[in-house]
């Protein structure tokens, strides 16, 4: 699957954003899909995540209560409504899907656990 990522931008700090990521190829309906996001120096870590179904999802604790992951399988695109942003939620922001599995897996939250991944959407937050 080929996933392109977009709706990053620069915002004011308390401002909210809607990331898009859509993908072409494979039945979207069957992937498994996350966020991630990249400081310049740092390593890439998990935001948020939803299986195949959309009847669960995930969040790390630093988002939990201001991002929301949707998806809209219709039109083949995955959702992270980003609201109360921060500064410290400047990133390079990375969409990411998998088909292999269905439901939740422990190892959900990892880089390797997804074999499918977009060009990365930049967000900045003005404080």
């Known amino acids: 699957v080929q996933l392109q990522a977009s709706g990053g931008g620069m915002v004011q700090a308390g401002g909210s954003l809607r990331l898009s990521c859509t993908a072409s190829g494979r039945d979207f309906s069957g992937y498994a899909l996350a966020w991630f996001r990249q400081t310049l120096g740092k390593e890439r870590v998990f935001v948020a995540r939803?299986?195949?179904?959309?009847?669960?999802?995930d969040y790390a604790d630093s988002v939990r209560g201001r991002f929301t992951i949707s998806r809209d399988d219709a039109a083949n695109t995955v959702y992270l409504q980003m609201n109360s942003l921060k500064s410290e939620d400047t990133a390079l922001y990375f969409c990411a899907a998998d088909w292999r599995y269905s439901g939740v897996r422990s190892d959900m939250r990892r880089i390797r656990f997804y074999e499918s991944w977009g060009q990365g959407t930049l967000v900045t937050v003005s404080s």
């Open positions: 939803i299986i195949r179904g959309g009847s669960s999802t």
